[in-house]
């Protein structure tokens, strides 16, 4: 085969290969209703997907602490690297569709005709068994592997969103717990008074057993609750540890308080279609993009197999003229192969490729539909624990009041001891309920933050 003809069968190959059996892809109708329940407009500027984490987390310590998981923790390390291992087998696949050239060297040795034995010696660039993609094969190979590569870059955005909820999660959590430590500190030190006053009164007659062991009873109960606080303020502590990749300080403290924390409201009056943005939700349909994709490449392989092995450079039948003039040469051998017999292998494989492409599509909507859920239960709990809230405040006031009343009654010797002992536990419980609900409500915002698909910022590559 000559050089011109070489010329004109390239470039026709190449033409030829752009051929794809690839079924067009279509997004699936989404599995849900078009809005959200429970949801009421509010101010916002920003909608949850387009607020970098930076911008909602407004506490200086809070935002240090997520800087720092996002630079050390294993899992979106781990996440990092999955996508360039992707995008290295991407890259394997997109250059089986280009012609591997090599420099070979070759000796034969035969005989002629006559008998007698000749030898052949060659060198150049050989092109071995370039598979011509007629019909689409390593094309489809390449596009699924491309969509799983973005499909890792997803999984990377998606690891983000839930280390930083997670990181503000925990943040929260050990600010609630010093309140509650400092809580059942002030009420252990109330109640171990009154229980001495008791037990002086008790001592010298002025008191019952009964009203002794109220009291007893009140500050054994402070110090359960003390120690669980301070059992839940170390495993908060350790879960905020993992999530940083590093230890904090033995001294850490939370620099605001409950009340002190202020996250922006998020729309909620949004069609439910917003949902596609979320980093898992994407990651689910580009894996379903790479099985549709790879149900080309099952039906490529129906059809023949072209290839072409070629080779350009000298030949001779002496070694010291190898690289003389007038010895050089160009062979080309194309090959197709069809399969007549492979009892059902081709059939079995475009059924997985079909059945890999349904299963997909049951987890792209399975996906959408739990981000649907997650929404739809942020946006329930955020009215009404807005009004439990509201309620537990009232509450609190109200339980602190009696207590200042019964503690005036008892001073005047108008109310018995045990009442005051009664309303004491009754302020403590207000109180500690108070702080619990609030914090319940600041982990509903950054639930509901995450579950609209704030919180990540595109990767490179």
């Not at 002629?112 to 052949?120: F, I, S, V």
């Not at 070694?319 to 003039?325: I, N, R, V």
């Amino acid at each position: 085969m000559s050089r011109r003809l070489l010329a004109v069968w390239l470039p026709m190959a190449a033409a030829i290969s752009a051929c794809s059996m690839m079924p067009a892809y279509e997004r699936p109708a989404l599995p849900v209703p078009d809005r959200f329940p429970h949801a009421r407009a509010v101010a916002v500027t920003e909608a949850a997907p387009n607020l970098d984490w930076s911008a909602y987390f407004a506490d200086p310590q809070l935002r240090g602490l997520i800087a720092t998981a996002l630079g050390n923790n294993r899992d979106l390390r781990a996440a990092a690297l999955a996508i360039e291992q992707a995008r290295a087998q991407f890259r394997i696949r997109e250059a089986e569709r280009l012609p591997a050239v090599g420099l070979g060297a070759n000796a034969s040795r035969a005989r002629n005709a006559a008998g007698d034995p000749t030898t052949t010696y060659s060198s150049g660039l050989l092109v071995s068994s370039w598979e011509i993609d007629f019909f689409g094969r390593l094309a489809s190979l390449s596009e699924a592997a491309r969509a799983q590569f973005l499909a890792t870059r997803e999984a990377r955005n998606a690891t983000q969103v839930a280390l930083v909820g997670s990181v503000a999660t925990a943040w929260l959590n050990l600010i609630g717990d010093e309140e509650l430590l400092a809580l059942a500190r002030q009420t252990l030190a109330t109640r171990e008074e009154s229980l001495r006053l008791v037990q002086l009164r008790f001592d010298n007659g002025a008191s019952s057993g009964l009203e002794l062991r109220q009291a007893q009873s009140l500050a054994e109960g402070a110090r359960v609750v003390l120690a669980q606080a301070q059992r839940q303020r170390l495993l908060d502590q350790h879960t905020l540890d993992l999530l940083l990749g590093q230890a904090l300080p033995a001294d850490f403290r939370a620099a605001a308080t409950l009340d002190a924390v202020a996250l922006p409201e998020l729309p909620a009056d949004l069609p439910s279609r917003v949902l596609v943005k979320r980093p898992d939700v994407r990651q689910a349909e580009l894996q379903l993009v790479a099985a549709n994709a790879s149900i080309g490449a099952a039906r490529a392989a129906f059809f023949p197999r072209i290839s072409l092995t070629a080779g350009l450079g000298s030949a001779s039948s002496e070694l010291g003229s190898l690289f003389q003039g007038g010895t050089w040469a160009f062979t080309a051998a194309p090959q197709l192969l069809q399969t007549v017999f492979d009892a059902g292998r081709n059939e079995a494989g475009l059924r997985v490729a079909q059945a890999s492409r349904e299963i997909a599509v049951a987890q792209y909507e399975r996906a959408v539909q739990s981000a649907f859920r997650e929404v739809a239960d942020g946006l329930a709990s955020r009215s009404l624990l807005a009004e439990q809230l509201q309620a537990q405040r009232r509450l609190a006031e109200a339980e602190a009041a009696r207590l200042q009343l019964s503690q005036l009654r008892y001073d005047a010797g108008v109310a018995s001891n045990l009442e005051l002992l009664d309303a004491q536990r009754s302020a403590f419980a207000a109180r500690q309920a108070l702080i619990q609900t609030r914090l319940q409500a600041l982990l509903n915002q950054v639930a509901l933050y995450r579950a609209l698909g704030g919180g990540w910022t595109e990767v490179g590559g």
